[in-house]
């Protein structure tokens, strides 16, 4: 059996070839558009689940707080702020032990 030859099988080909790019591209894009993260400051955050901020320091001063705290078992973590600074964050637990610690 020979195909017809007036081009309706090439036809056919690219409209379901564009069909198929179409439903892909549909399917895998992102649910929402990117956008760039904003660093938040922690103390203006109205919920930060189970942290608290204990210090707000210079950037190069965060890190020795964080050891400070670590070599008492204290687990903390920082976040940056818009300014520059650095929050130093642990649980709400441990907040008043790591504030006379970092007092001290």
């Not at 929402?32 to 938040?40: D, E, F, L, S, T």
């Not at 707000?56 to 705290?69: D, E, G, H, I, N």
């Not at 964050?89 to 441990?94: S, T, Y």
Request: charge should be positive.
């Amino acid at each position: 059996m020979a195909l017809p030859a007036d081009g309706s099988a090439e036809v056919i080909a690219l409209v379901v070839v564009g069909g198929l790019v179409f439903v892909m591209r549909w399917v895998f894009k992102p649910a929402r558009k990117r956008q760039a993260a904003r660093p938040v400051n922690a103390t203006d955050s109205r919920e930060l689940g189970l942290l608290t901020v204990v210090a707000t320091v210079p950037r190069p001063q965060a890190q020795a707080r964080r050891a400070q705290l670590g070599e008492v078992g204290i687990r903390s973590s920082s976040s940056r702020r818009n300014d520059g600074d650095v929050d130093v964050l642990v649980f709400h637990g441990d907040a008043d032990t790591a504030r006379r610690i970092l007092e001290a």
